[in-house]
């Protein structure tokens, strides 16, 4: 289970948690416990979408090293400085050093600037600049190669803080089918204070922030994305609206190296499709250090680990990143990140995707409920594999690796993170009632140092396969929970320490039986057999233990069963549906065979 820290952590408004679901023009298509899919129809517009453009009614401006020439007198050109005043079209073609391209136009126009073999240099602001209008659009012309740099600072010319290569009042979309190189020595690469949409083009950015920066949001409908960024590689926040501020991928290809995190949202985040290969903070090598001081026994709530003390300005380095609602409906994922791979302030719900996550803090960490139907997860390193107030799991493939618990309903805040200031409930104010695992179908692979499965409330299963390898430590047990767990389908089988082992409740409707064998090695195959010796299960076990759960439906009250493990074999005679009590310190079940030390430990593997 999460540990209890030894620091508290600042809250922030309730700004955070507000979500998407106050946002005026994007209501919710589908409705269920925790999240719901944003209506999308309206993310962009045929214009944001179209990359032509008529060069026989467009500007042309020719940019001459230290200079510029336009015929056109809506052009005004004063050393290097271009300044566009009128809706319209223009082509910008050459190389410009230390200059800038300002639009500047009524808020009712909107312009269209195309980059066609355009290299602009600025060394003390913005390359293209955008103090009023409605709507501007850069578009790279096809098979061009175009770069807009930053020297390294941003001096003031107006009362606009001009912090990025390309700056934006307005509404800002970049498409194109062509290649965009920005260099932002300093500020950011791409910042609107509007909308910023993405739909087409190559865009290769190297920031010393943000990469890509929309207040209002940011929305990619497709493109090729090669970032570096000192800071998030994609970010939308906007602290004066809280319905605002989200993040809206439909396609793409992502190649994201951030400081920070690398896709953050301040309100909900939602991904449809897409290829991602992010690195947060330098990856998991790079996480916080977690001293678990659960080597010895306790029962949920009793745990206490340590952490470095945080402060507000300690940077998040998480891979995606939603203070509203995490939503992931396909897409491939290969995430190394410091901090959590996948984090939401309120929920997250993927239906859909393929996941590879490396991570030194949480694989999937929610501060209310995770629910995840469909998508094949690979959590190959983490410190909790999923962790939320209640998590819901009925479809997917999962495998997971976790060096404390595996599955942990915790309820409240991710306090095991050291990145950011988070909102919800602390886990002292969320109630038994709140935390709740439940597994209704699905593939769930865990190897677990800690616990196994972990609920301080409840935990039910009523279908899927879950095979897991527990902690070899009796600080620690298979299944960990705070009011009871219930199994009524589904097949279960566990292996783990026995000191805290826990059985299901009493109130399962699908026989379980818990036995104590001697202590096995890892590797060692545990199989299932009825008393005319047809295989029910047959799974290979990659850590030592000496405690074993089985569940499934060919269990049924009144037969007779033998378990071999390793070199135990242990004759079950199934008097009620549930075989082996918890005993509060774990210990001896009937029938449970000798005891002896464990040795070594392994990994997790086997055929069922």
């Not at 399962?508 to 818990?514: A, L």
Request: hydrophobic letters at 35%.
């Amino acid at each position: 289970m999460k540990k209890i820290k030894i620091f508290v952590f600042l809250m922030v408004v309730m700004i955070m948690l507000s979500g998407c679901s106050g946002n005026t023009d994007l209501e919710p298509t589908e409705t269920d416990s925790s999240a719901s899919q944003m209506d999308t129809s309206d993310m962009f517009t045929d214009r944001d979408m179209e990359i032509g453009y008529d060069e026989t009614t467009a500007v042309s401006i020719s940019l001459n090293g230290d200079t510029a020439s336009c015929d056109s007198d809506i052009v005004q050109v004063s050393g290097s400085t271009v300044t566009i005043t009128a809706e319209g079209t223009y082509i910008l073609s050459g190389t410009l050093n230390d200059g800038m391209i300002i639009v500047n136009i009524a808020d009712t126009e909107k312009v269209q600037l195309v980059l066609d073999g355009a290299d602009i240099t600025s060394e003390s602001s913005a390359v293209i600049y955008v103090p009023q209008g409605d709507k501007v659009f850069i578009t790279t012309a096809a098979n061009t190669e175009n770069t807009l740099t930053n020297g390294g600072q941003y001096s003031a010319i107006d009362e606009n803080n001009i912090d990025s290569v390309i700056f934006a009042k307005s509404d800002l979309t970049l498409n194109g089918a062509g290649t965009l190189t920005i260099n932002a020595q300093a500020g950011h690469g791409i910042v609107s204070k509007d909308d910023l949409v993405l739909t087409s083009g190559t865009y290769n950015i190297t920031s010393a922030s943000h990469a890509l920066s929309g207040k209002d949001s940011v929305r990619i409908a497709a493109g090729t994305f090669n970032i570096t960024s000192g800071k998030d590689g994609i970010h939308a926040e906007n602290t004066d609206d809280a319905t605002l501020g989200f993040v809206y991928i439909a396609d793409g290809t992502f190649s994201i190296n951030s400081d920070g995190d690398t896709i953050s949202a301040e309100n909900y985040l939602q991904i449809n499709g897409g290829e991602y290969t992010l690195t947060a903070g330098g990856g998991s090598e790079n996480g916080e250090s977690h001293q678990d001081s659960m080597q010895s026994f306790g029962r949920p709530g009793e745990t206490t680990s340590s952490t470095t003390d945080e402060t507000d300005d300690t940077a998040s380095m998480k891979g995606l990143k939603a203070g509203g609602d995490l939503l992931l409906y396909g897409g491939t994922f290969n995430i190394n990140s410091a901090d959590d791979g996948l984090h939401s302030n309120s929920n997250i719900k993927i239906n859909g995707g393929s996941y590879t996550i490396a991570t030194g803090d949480d694989g999937v960490h929610a501060d209310s409920n995770v629910s995840i139907a469909d998508c094949t997860m690979n959590i190959t390193e983490s410190y909790e594999g999923i962790e939320g107030l209640n998590i819901d799991i009925s479809g997917g493939e999962i495998t997971l690796v976790a060096s404390d618990d595996g599955l942990n309903a915790a309820g409240g805040n991710d306090e095991s993170g050291f990145a950011g200031p988070y909102t919800g409930d602390s886990f002292s104010e969320a109630s038994d009632s709140e935390m709740y695992i439940k597994i209704s179908g699905g593939t769930l692979n865990i190897d677990a140092s800690g616990d196994g499965i972990d609920s301080n409330g409840s935990l039910e299963i009523s279908g899927g396969k879950v095979v897991l390898s527990g902690p070899d430590n009796g600080g620690n047990g298979a299944l960990d929970y705070g009011s009871e767990a219930v199994i009524t389908g589904g097949v279960f089988v566990a292996t783990g320490a026995s000191q805290m082992a826990q059985n299901f409740s009493s109130s399962s409707t699908q026989g379980t039986m818990m036995v104590t064998v001697n202590s096995q090695q890892a590797g060692s195959t545990i199989t299932l057999k009825d008393s005319s010796g047809n295989e029910f299960i047959s799974w290979e076990a990659e850590k030592a233990y000496d405690s074993v759960i089985i569940s499934c439906p060919e269990i049924t009250e009144g037969s007779e069963y033998t378990l071999v493990a390793g070199s135990s074999t242990v004759s079950v005679t199934m008097d009620s549906l549930v075989y082996g009590s918890s005993s509060g310190m774990g210990g001896a079940m009937p029938g449970g065979g000798d005891r002896g030390a464990a040795p070594g430990v392994g990994g997790m593997g086997g055929r069922m």
